[in-house]
Nanobody
Framework: QVQLVESGGGLVQPGGSLRLSCAASGSIFNIYAMGWYRQAPGKQRELVAIISSGESTNYADSVKGRFTISRDNAKNTVYLQMNSLKPEDTAVYYC?????????WGKGTLVTVSS
């Protein structure tokens, strides 16, 4: 059974940085997209960043220039480097893997940006 496990969340001051990781356990094949989503209290889940198997990327306007998504296909792992964090980035961050037949979600990691 495939599970996605996120790590790297925590409390950081405004302007600080965090790096999130998400690794898949179990056998998973033909991952054509890996992504990060977030859900702030009282808000709907939203796309943060996504990276295709060809390494093309797409970002939410609110994080462009501050966040960078990358992937390691050999390790079935996706990363999200978050710089210049703002209080409005506070949310639970979820990773998402999509194959040709299925979609997987992690359980989420909390990122809190506060002084």
């Amino acid at each position: 059974q495939v599970q996605l496990v996120e790590s790297g969340g925590g409390l950081v001051q405004p302007g600080g940085s965090l790096r999130l990781s998400c690794a898949a356990s179990g056998s998973i094949f033909n991952i054509y997209a890996m992504g990060w989503y977030r859900q702030a209290p009282g808000k709907q889940r939203e796309l943060v960043a996504i990276i295709s198997s060809g390494e093309s990327t797409n970002y939410a306007d609110s994080v462009k220039g501050r966040f960078t998504i990358s992937r390691d296909n050999a390790k079935n792992t996706v990363y999200l480097q978050m710089n210049s964090l703002k209080p409005e980035d506070t949310a639970v961050y979820y990773c998402n893997f999509r194959t040709t037949t299925k979609e997987y979600w992690g359980k989420g990691t909390l990122v809190t940006v506060s002084s």
